[in-house]
């Protein structure tokens, strides 16, 4: 039998036998749809199910192919989570509420009629279609096919005009934004000398902002109030020895609080309402753990408050300023310790087992009870509270991700909102007030939820700085004041970037070779058909870490030369609980790696990606994954870039930061012993294979990098020219794990897309 007639037979028993439904969902939706378009002379007339219709719906126009759970909440917006019968035949008005929901067409419609008529207007069901008709396979085709063609129908080919990498790498303009503890100030980072410095401006006046630092080398990486003083935090060259710094809100008076060599420091607590008084972790005395001292800002003395015994790998004061919560930790089972006061000795609260996490993060006023995060005896961490016995009582928790957060009011005395990452940032609100503030400004700004952050707030929870942020938008300040619903705006980020020719970041899903279900994101460039696009697989750092939907330049600024961005969260990335977390236990460049080769084969076999043109850039973790992908999957690459990555991992465990030691027998378990999986590290580690390098590659380092040492960079650019291989190597002597100097960041950037372009096109 010719396979043509075969096909034919195959459509026409499958499909005009019986009506789609549950029952048959999975042996029918295993027929690829191009076998029933590609049968010839069969008229299929059978009905289609409401959930035949969805799921065909969700695989057309989403990216949501592998998780179920994903599918689902799309679904529940859909349907409007109405409450249909899945299995019977889908009606054309029924249809039409789910193709106006998913091509975000909606206009106040109320009934199904009234989605047919919008479904009408926009020429997705014919003019003549009744509400009640259901749905033959033949015309479920037809209809899918002009939805595709509608979403679609603005999209050219021509791509957008090319922005410069400057604009999109230069320092964004003022940001971080945050207010003095009365509300009548307030603080920003902003330019000065080509670095970010700290600005005060007094809320509700036309006077100038005044500048309160004035560093020339390096950007300051964060600051915060304390009365009326800006601390903000600096390190030398990208060392990350971090120093704490104090200014006065005129600017008359800087001040190196901490000024001792090869020390970094940590805020522990603000101590709010003690006067001039902070607590702070330094490795001042052992430089592998940190102490607790007391700190004040206007005299630098320092009170030495709490000793690490040497195994302490977390601190935690009450409301008056005492430490009462130290974690303890062997690296890979940790005990929770409390004690009355800080005379007593601390003694074991909570134990974990191994894999389980417990982050206690405030005690409430009467010091009787402890806010945590904690996946303890469970997959997911949840928010809990624990009494002073240990009794955990749950607060929140979400079946699919873990609770990223929980937002306690001092004031009130309360955890008011617990935040959470699944496609995009979700909250949940347990003060009806804080709800109230929060819908109104979605209202105020048009903008949904995950686009909103309430960076900051005044004690009585009235006046708000707000930032609103998308995949389009780097960011926009507001403050708002709830009692008057006052809304001002503060400042634009990178305001010379054009939104609307930004591109979307599209959330996806698919199944990974060992059936795990893998989320990322996908960025299409702007006006170009998400056809045979040359691509680049971005893979994050940590590796336990990452990625999220919202602003990304460097995302941006490939989607702008015309390249779609893979961004997968691999086996090992965090959030999506401890069992995933754990399957990349000693996987690196093997399921992990494949988790990330799965996501550039489902790229091509959406044909989205052009099989010729792949390249792979990242940082850190991510530059290993790129050297790993370039080594053990060479055909897959036709450019790489490594971003102070790891090349051999004998030498990235050997070079830790010292006060990254409590943590060395978790890098033992998720990475391998040196020793004791030797032959395993030696497989794994680029450096031993470089014979396998093909694919072209350029790699970038930083000096003082403390985390992944030159020699990671030097070791594998070393080893290729050694075979004649010629690498491109940028190494920067005052940077470190990452390049924050705008001059730099802009040099890298233009050097990589020259060399994308140059390999890629």
């Known amino acids: 039998m010719k396979k043509q007639a075969l096909l034919a037979a195959m459509a026409s028993a499958l499909l005009v036998s019986y ?31 409401v959930d035949d219709f969805i799921q065909y719906t969700l695989d057309e126009l989403t990216y949501q192919h592998g998780s179920k759970e994903m599918r689902d909440d799309i679904v529940k917006r859909w349907t409007s989570n109405a409450d249909w019968n899945h299995d019977k035949s889908i009606t054309k008005g029924e249809l039409a509420k789910v193709l106006v929901h998913a091509l975000q067409l909606e206009d106040q419609e109320k009934t199904t009629a009234d989605y047919l008529q919008t479904a009408k207007i926009h020429g997705l069901l014919k003019i003549y279609s009744q509400a009640e008709e259901t749905v033959t396979v033949e015309e479920m085709e037809n209809i899918l096919d002009h939805a595709k063609a509608f979403a679609s129908k603005d999209v050219g080919n021509k791509g957008v005009k090319e922005i410069s990498v400057e604009d999109f790498m230069k320092n964004p303009g003022d940001a971080d934004y945050e207010m003095s503890p009365d509300g009548e100030y307030i603080s920003f980072s902003s330019e000065w000398e080509n670095r970010m410095n700290v600005f005060v401006k007094k809320m509700h006046e036309d006077s100038e902002p005044i500048r309160v630092t004035s560093s020339t080398d390096r950007d300051i990486i964060a600051s915060f109030w304390k009365d009326d003083h800006i601390l903000y935090l600096k390190d030398n060259g990208g060392d990350e020895n971090y120093h704490l710094y104090s200014s006065g809100f005129n600017g008359q008076e800087e001040r190196d609080l901490t000024p001792y060599p090869d020390v970094r420091v940590q805020l522990i607590s603000g101590l709010s309402g003690v006067k001039d008084e902070i607590l702070i972790g330094m490795n001042k005395e052992d430089p592998t753990v940190f102490d607790v001292y007391r700190l004040n800002i ?39 310790l409390y004690r009355e006061n800080e005379e007593d000795e601390f003694k074991p609260f909570i134990q974990t087992e191994e894999g389980d996490a417990i982050t206690p993060f405030a005690f409430s006023r009467d010091n009787q009870s402890i806010y945590a995060l904690s996946n303890k005896g469970r997959d997911k961490s ?183 961005v893979l961004q997968v969260n691999f086996r090992s990335s965090v959030g999506y609980g401890k069992t995933f977390t754990d399957a990349g236990d000693k996987q690196w460049g093997l399921k992990i790696q494949d988790d990330i080769t799965d996501g550039v084969q489902w790229a091509i076999d959406q044909g989205i990606a052009d099989p010729d043109r792949i390249g792979i850039y990242g940082a850190s973790f991510g530059g290993y994954a790129t050297l790993a992908g370039i080594t053990f999957t060479p055909d897959l690459y036709a450019a790489a870039v490594d971003y102070v990555g790891v090349s051999n991992i004998f030498t990235l465990l050997d070079t830790i930061p010292p006060y990254w030691e409590t943590m060395r027998n978790n890098l033992y378990k998720r990475i391998g012993h040196p020793v004791e999986d ?19 590659l350029f790699v970038a380092q930083g000096a003082n990098d403390p985390r992944v040492n030159q020699a990671e960079s030097d070791q594998i650019v070393e080893a290729l020219r050694k075979r004649g291989v010629d690498v491109e190597y940028m190494l920067k002597e005052n940077e470190g794990h990452g390049f924050d100097n705008e001059e730099n960041r802009i040099e890298f950037y233009n050097a990589m897309i020259d060399f994308f372009d140059k390999h890629l096109k």
């Open 19 to 49: 009506p789609l439904s549950a029952k048959a969902n999975d042996t029918v939706r295993s027929l690829d749809r191009e076998i029933i378009r590609t049968a010839e002379n069969v008229k299929v007339e059978a009905p289609v199910s």
């Open 298 to 336: 206007k005299t630098g003395d320092l009170d030495h408050v709490a000793k690490n015994p040497g195994n302490i790998g977390g601190w935690l004061a009450d409301h008056e300023g005492k430490i009462r919560i130290a974690t303890e930790t062997d690296g890979v089972n940790s005990t929770v």
């Open 382 to 564: 949840e928010l809990v509270v624990f009494d002073l016995d240990a009794n955990e009582k749950v607060l929140y928790s979400n079946p699919q991700v873990d609770v990223a957060t929980g937002f306690y009011d001092k004031k009130k005395d309360a955890v008011v909102a617990a935040g959470y990452i699944t496609d995009k940032l979700h909250y949940e609100f347990f003060d009806k007030g804080l709800e109230r503030i929060f819908n109104q400004l979605e209202d105020k700004l048009q903008v949904s939820e995950s686009e909103l952050f309430l960076n900051d707030y005044n004690e009585n929870m009235t006046k708000f700085i707000v930032l609103v942020s998308s995949d389009k938008e780097f960011g926009t300040y507001y403050y708002y004041d709830s009692t008057t619903e006052e809304l001002t705006k503060l400042t634009e980020l990178a305001s010379w970037l054009d939104r609307d020719t930004m591109a979307d970041m599209h959330p996806i899903s698919y199944q990974s070779r060992d059936g795990l279900t893998i989320h990322g994101y996908l960025t299409l460039p702007k006006n170009k058909k998400p056809e045979n696009l040359p691509l680049i697989v971005n893979p994050h750092g940590g590796p336990w870490a990452r990625d999220t939907w919202g602003f990304n330049s460097e995302v941006q600024l490939l989607a702008n030369r015309g390249y779609a």
């Open 678 to 696: 030797k032959e395993l590290l030696e497989a794994v580690s680029p450096v031993f294979h470089a014979d396998k390098i093909k694919t072209p």
